[in-house]
């Protein structure tokens, strides 16, 4: 059954509010992984629950589990990010209120500057988490009337300057503790019960599933399957299935290295132009195919257009290696570097 929107918020919302009280108690089930130095670490806390569903007008009813899972990485990413949209957003409300001087503008009137204010919260997403206090600064100055030397008979008149100024900006600690802890929590069902799929490996599975997004990722942003330049049916559908099994391609080769470095509990250095020294131990095709960018074929042809000699880039210890790996060994390569084509 479709859930409108503003009601998965509203559950969403409750479920939340649950885990944190069951993590202020303790009570969180939590899952453990080693990072990449050998340490194992917080992976994910939660819980899960079952709730009976039904389709809107029918009699079936299901059961299904609800997985509500809190990642302290993404919740650290999501407080960083708040604080920098904090912090730009103090930056930004401070500048509405320059100093007076020549070429600063000034904000008048309390209207103005109250939509101005608003305007900051909504662009850096800190409505209710910035509290702002300002005061109406009024300068005089006595002028005279008319042009020529002031004289004690002469009238005079005051103007009046008035400008608003924001005179303290501060966060309500409070309310952002409140909103941190409910940073990195998701929500997904599954039918599965708790024999066949413990919470464990329901989030490890759901964390797989990007793999599966990546799939039509690539095919859109790799392979560039739009925009499409041919409108023959036939052509549109050859094309597909031609870009499709760039894909899968590209996603076997990913597979079998990974494979081979898990069994053998290696890594693959030279992936990262970046950084040289990197190790990995999930290279993507895209780094695996720039490894090769260096590899040119030369040939000489003698005057007649007869070939005479070809010459391949040596491949270094990295490249050897991930042929090695893929299954394809370095045999097959070299025989494109043959000297003598007359033998």
């Known amino acids: 059954m479709a859930i409108p929107p503003q009601t998965s918020l509203v559950l969403l919302e409750a479920w939340i509010s649950e885990g944190v009280a069951q993590g202020e108690a303790g009570e969180l089930a939590q899952i453990f992984r080693t990072n990449d130095r050998g340490h194992e670490v917080l992976a994910a806390e939660g819980y899960a629950f079952k709730r009976s569903c039904g389709a809107k007008g029918s009699q079936e009813v299901w059961t299904e589990r609800v997985v509500v899972v809190r990642s302290p990485m993404h919740a650290n990413h999501q407080a960083v990010g708040l604080d920098k949209r904090l ?179 290696a890594t693959l250095p030279g992936v990262h132009p970046e950084n040289k020294q990197k190790m990995t131990d999930k290279p993507t095709t895209e780094r695996l195919l720039k490894a090769f960018a260096g590899v040119s074929l030369t040939i000489i042809q003698h005057a007649a257009g007869e070939e005479i000699l070809r010459r391949l880039t040596p491949l270094s210890g990295v490249q050897e290696d991930i042929l090695q790996r893929l299954g394809l060994g370095t045999s097959l390569y070299r025989q494109l570097e043959i000297h003598d084509m007359g033998n």
Request: glycine fraction near 6%; charge should be positive.
């Open 87 to 265: 912090t730009h957003a103090e930056t930004t409300r401070a500048a509405l209120t320059p100093p007076r001087g020549r070429g600063k503008r000034q904000i008048t009137d309390e209207a103005t500057l109250l939509e101005a204010i608003d305007i900051v919260l909504k662009d850096h997403r800190v409505e209710g988490l910035l509290s702002v206090a300002w005061e109406k600064q009024v300068e005089r100055h006595t002028q005279y009337v008319g042009r020529g030397r002031g004289s004690a008979s002469r009238p005079k008149r005051i103007i009046k300057k008035t400008r608003s100024h924001i005179t303290r900006i501060a966060r309500w600690e409070d309310t952002i503790a409140d909103l941190r802890q409910r940073f990195g929590w998701k929500a997904f069902v599954t039918n599965a019960g708790q024999k066949r799929l413990s919470l464990e490996d329901a989030v490890l599975c759901y964390r797989n599933a990007y793999r599966v997004e990546r799939v039509f990722n690539r095919l859109k942003s790799r392979v560039h399957i739009a925009p499409l330049f041919v409108k023959l049916n036939d052509h549109i559908e050859g094309l597909t299935y031609l870009l499709t099994l760039g894909v899968r391609v590209s996603m076997v080769t990913e597979f079998v290295l990974r494979r081979s470095l898990e069994q053998d509990q």
